[in-house]
């Protein structure tokens, strides 16, 4: 079976998959009783260290609610010059959260020092910057991965400004 990694949305699951599918227990996620969701976020916010996880059925919805759990209407996100959620989330960002975006490096990556230049000065004419996302953007930037080191540091800046971290 080939594999294809343009995008999320053109995989198909196999015959094996379907049967599993077909055969998982179901229940209503909305009222936490899907054994299968309830097992998935368990595990995963076990993993992670975290007290609880969220499982949403797309990168674009976790962005999206990640944008809104953290900034405020009118705010400003630094993020790459090619980020998924400036490029292919159909403005979603301006629409239902009210943010702005501002770029920071260039082809797909950008360091601590960047990302505090894209930084607006405090002004009652500017946005208020609240927020850095920090995206391997694989398919728009070539496959390119932020080395762990540059997180940190950008991690670090954001930090000592006061502002929030999207992963």
């Keep these: 079976m080939p594999i294809d990694l343009r995008s999320d949305t053109v995989t198909q699951p ?5 049967d599993a599918i077909a055969k ?11 054994p299968s969701v309830n097992e998935l976020q368990n595990d995963v916010a076990k993993l992670l260290g975290k007290e609880a996880a969220l ?9 999206q609610l990640a944008l809104m759990a953290q900034t405020e209407r009118g705010d400003e996100v630094v993020i790459g010059e090619r980020a998924h959620c400036a490029w292919f989330e159909s403005g ?7 943010v702005q975006f501002a770029t920071a490096g260039s082809g797909g990556l950008f360091t601590a020092d960047e ?6 000065p405090s002004s009652y ?6 927020l850095v996302a920090v995206e391997n953007t694989h398919n728009a930037s070539g496959g390119r991965v932020f080395p762990l080191k540059d997180v940190v540091a950008i991690a670090e800046a954001a930090h000592s400004l006061g502002l929030k971290l999207h992963l």
């Design 92 to 98: 979603a960002a301006a629409a239902l959260s009210g």
């Design 24 to 34: 998982a227990p179901l229940g209503d996620d909305v009222y936490a009783e899907d």
């Design 115 to 120: 990302f505090k230049a894209a930084v607006k």
């Design 14 to 18: 196999s015959a094996a998959m379907r």
């Design 55 to 63: 499982f949403v059925p797309s990168g674009t919805m976790s962005n």
């Design 125 to 130: 004419y500017l946005p208020r910057t609240s």
